[in-house]
């Protein structure tokens, strides 16, 4: 369920990313920080269900757009083997 509502809002928010936008998109400006949070969230919920590909594909967009990484999704990385070895 979690992983439904992830992505489903990560899909509402990434719509709203023209599709020939080639730049970052900064964590200072507030209202982008949703979009942030909801792909941590999803990041979260794919890692929960054993998608590992999954997660790993939205941990480098979030990196990629957000290299300073004010929600520390690079942490996620040394757990993914752990978790996805279950």
């Keep these: 369920m979690a992983l439904t509502y992830a992505n489903h809002g990560l899909s509402l928010t990434s719509a709203l990313i023209p599709k020939t ?18 792909m ?6 794919n890692l929960g269900c ?16 957000n290299p ?4 520390g999704v690079r942490f996620l990385l040394a757990e993914m083997p752990v978790e996805t070895a279950h």
């Design 21 to 38: 936008f080639t730049g970052s998109i900064s964590w200072d400006v507030s209202s982008n920080q949703a979009f942030y949070k909801l």
């Design 40 to 45: 941590h969230a999803a990041i979260l919920a």
């Design 50 to 65: 054993g998608l590992r590909e999954a997660a790993l594909r939205l941990i480098n967009l979030s990196l990629e757009g």
């Design 68 to 71: 300073d990484d004010h929600l």
